[in-house]
């Protein structure tokens, strides 16, 4: 019979950490695919969450200073796509705040694989959009936006699922 594995030893506070970002990545791609919006309550409390799990777990103070680095970088690239009206501000803002979790370790994986998953994202929601929508969903108000060609692309659900993806490999979890 197969023995499960057994949880590493890290202390409530490691856990807590280890959970927050998920959870609040989750909530990202919930809020953007129904309501088409991040709130800043929600990328605000990630970003400033950064310093207390830094503190918390001991990360070294050299690495806080990249995760810092890394997070204004990326608040600059997505400030400026954002201004040219690329993407939203909501998803600008959860990128750089991600970005300040992930670090420079995981910043070019994180933006590979959100930049991929956003385009099928992207190619799914054409295809759907191009569909009808069966009369059972008519109904449902965050579909009928989902299903709006006049309506952007929730791309909180790439930078969710990319951040992650990327989370899952960081030395958060080592």
Request: no cysteine; proline share 7%; aromatic share 10%.
């Amino acid at each position: 019979m197969p023995v499960l594995a057994e949880l590493p030893d890290y202390s409530p506070l490691q856990w807590a950490v280890i959970g927050l970002f998920p959870v609040a990545m989750l909530a990202a791609a919930l809020w953007d695919a129904a309501a088409m919006r991040i709130p800043n309550w929600l990328t605000g409390g990630l970003a400033l969450a950064f310093p207390i799990a830094a503190a918390g777990t001991a990360l070294p103070l050299e690495t806080v200073g990249w995760h810092l680095l890394t997070g204004l970088g990326a608040l600059a690239v997505v400030m400026a796509l954002f201004a040219t009206g690329w993407i939203g501000g909501g998803d600008a803002k959860l990128f750089a705040a991600s970005a300040l979790w992930l670090g420079h370790e995981g910043i070019l994986a994180y933006t590979l694989v959100t930049t991929m998953l956003g385009g099928g994202l992207t190619l799914l929601l054409i295809s759907f959009r191009g569909l009808p929508l069966p009369q059972a969903l008519i109904g449902q108000e965050w579909i009928l936006r989902l299903h709006d060609p006049r309506e952007g692309v929730p791309y909180g659900l790439a930078l969710a699922a990319g951040g992650l993806l990327v989370f899952a490999q960081s030395p958060w979890l080592g």
